[in-house]
T-cell receptor, first 111, second 111 residues
Framework: KAGVTQTPRYLIKTRGQQVTLSCSPISGHRSVSWYQQTPGQGLQFLFEYFSETQRNKGNFPGRFSGRQFSNSRSEMNVSTLELGDSALYLCASRMSTDTQYFGPGTRLTVL | DAKTTQPTSMDCAEGRAANLPCNHS???????VYWYRQIHSQGPQYIIHGLKNNETNEMASLIITEDRKSSTLILPHATLRDTAVYYCIVRSQTNDYKLSFGAGTTVTVRA
């Protein structure tokens, strides 16, 4: 069974721009969670979607948003990029059990 | 979720078993022990989890003490590809699915 896939793998943007990241969960997984990982802050939870509904949300500003489609694929969007948004963005999917499986991540660099 | 304590780093010889300890003295009865690892700049990889019985899968074995206050992850035959940061986390299987990692143990497998 294919794992979680994320596109693109690497992205370079400039301040003020916006970016959209994509995540395809493992087949059959209906929950998708997004995380931001930086050396200074570690792994931080952004939000979780289940059956196209946002179920949980972390403490991030409104510039960070997401959505989930009927096929469970998910996107997250960051508007008005700041230098501090440079990070590894991770997507994780799960089925009915608690175990989350992560994708390879998207490395975002904001210049 | 209960707090965990892991050694900062450890070395292991290729082909030998790697034993990674984790202390979780405040673990509650309904909390599971999970292990993930993260190879540099890649997404975290799920390894194994358990409640109170020892568990084994194709990647590793998990030994949980009878009082559940500590556990050991065993990589039976370490390879250079096992060089990574290993995270031990303790959490209950509730509807709040956000994960958080501590500093983890940096494992370096040497030839």
């Amino acid at each position: 069974k294919a794992g979680v896939t994320q596109t693109p793998r690497y992205l370079i943007k400039t301040r003020g721009q916006q970016v959209t990241l994509s995540c395809s969960p493992i087949s059959g997984h209906r929950s998708v969670s997004w995380y931001q990982q930086t050396p200074g802050q570690g792994l931080q939870f952004l939000f979780e979607y289940f059956s196209e509904t946002q179920r949980n949300k972390g403490n991030f500003p409104g510039r960070f948003s997401g959505r989930q489609f009927s096929n469970s694929r998910s996107e997250m969007n960051v508007s008005t990029l700041e230098l501090g948004d440079s990070a590894l963005y991770l997507c994780a999917s799960r089925m009915s059990t608690d175990t989350q499986y992560f994708g390879p991540g998207t490395r975002l660099t904001v210049l | 979720d209960a707090k965990t304590t892991q050694p900062t780093s450890m070395d292991c010889a290729e082909g030998r078993a790697a034993n990674l300890p984790c202390n979780h003295s405040t673990i509650s009865g309904n909390e599971y022990v999970y292990w993930y690892r993260q190879i540099h700049s890649q997404g975290p990889q799920y390894i194994i989890h358990g409640l109170k019985n020892n568990e084994t899968n194709e990647m590793a074995s998990l030994i949980i003490t009878e009082d559940r206050k500590s556990s050991t992850l065993i990589l039976p035959h370490a390879t250079l590809r096992d060089t990574a940061v290993y995270y031990c986390i303790v959490r209950s299987q509730t509807n709040d699915y956000k994960l958080s990692f501590g500093a983890g143990t940096t494992v370096t497998v040497r030839a």
